[in-house]
């Protein structure tokens, strides 16, 4: 047995009973290295700039692949945004052009950063355009959490039909105690025709392709890719200031992991 193959097999022994069993694990990160492997993750760099200027949001971070802003603790995936005024580094880490998948279940075990400004997330993209520029190929944002509005955590799809840029994006919410405290596990289950999101096993939210007419509604059926980083600032994350004082902030990611459902 390889060694992938070994850990997910020690994964799958110790991790928590799904729903039911017929998903299987078929990937995860539980950040035990030294060291963030690389084969498994990008490291983005830079502050989006020339093709999508500060993220398309107005965000104030440049990210970075400095220790400071992206490291492993202990076992914990560290990405820290730093800084004050509009001068802020953070980190960004993807597994685009490594890993992607069609429908699963996709699950972190992760606490939350704290203070007005910060905007951490655990989101997807698609691996490639297959209907054309963002939104129109989708986008699943697992979790986002807005440091002014502590401990109230979100789902959403974005499409061409709908998304925040139009007002008709579709998501749901729920207050989790003690987020920024204590670790918890967030997940979406996606599959060929729906997506419900859950937090430590709650569901909080679904929609569902009924409810569409298909494409532009939902384009939400070809591989994506993860996505975990830091913000601060922006238009959501920033829109009530970026409290310089709460700096540097540690959003702390115990582990990622993957299931699909079986044959």
Request: with cysteine; proline share 4%.
């Amino acid at each position: 047995m390889n060694r992938t193959a070994l850990c997910l097999a020690t994964l799958l022994a110790s991790s928590p009973v799904m729903a039911d069993d017929s998903w299987q694990l078929v990937w995860a990160d539980e950040f035990d290295g030294a060291a963030l492997n690389t084969g498994d993750w990008r490291i983005i760099e830079g502050n989006g700039c020339p093709q999508n200027c500060y993220f398309g949001n107005n965000e104030l971070q440049t990210y970075t692949k400095a220790s400071e802003n992206l490291r492993i603790e202990n076992g914990v995936l560290v990405i820290e945004a730093k800084g004050a005024g509009k001068d802020f580094t953070s980190a960004k880490i993807t597994t685009q052009n490594r890993e992607g998948w069609t429908y699963g279940r996709f699950t972190m075990r992760a606490k939350l950063p704290k203070g007005r400004g910060t905007w951490p997330a655990f989101w997807m993209m698609p691996d490639k355009a297959s209907y054309g520029p963002w939104p129109k190929s989708g986008e699943i944002d697992l979790m986002e959490h807005v440091g002014y509005d502590e401990g109230r955590v979100h789902g959403t799809i974005h499409t061409e039909a709908y998304n925040h840029r139009i007002g008709t994006q579709k998501g749901g919410n729920m207050v989790v105690e003690y987020a920024t405290e204590d670790f918890h596990e967030y997940s979406a289950e996606w599959t060929e025709t729906d997506i419900r999101w859950y937090i430590d096993g709650r569901e909080y939210y679904s929609v569902t392709k009924a409810d569409s007419d298909g494409h532009p509604e939902w384009p939400l059926d070809h591989p994506f890719h993860l996505i975990l980083n830091l913000a601060v600032g922006g238009d959501w994350g920033g829109s009530q200031g970026v409290d310089d004082t709460a700096f540097p902030v540690r959003y702390e990611i115990d582990w990622v992991r993957v299931w699909q459902k079986k044959d």
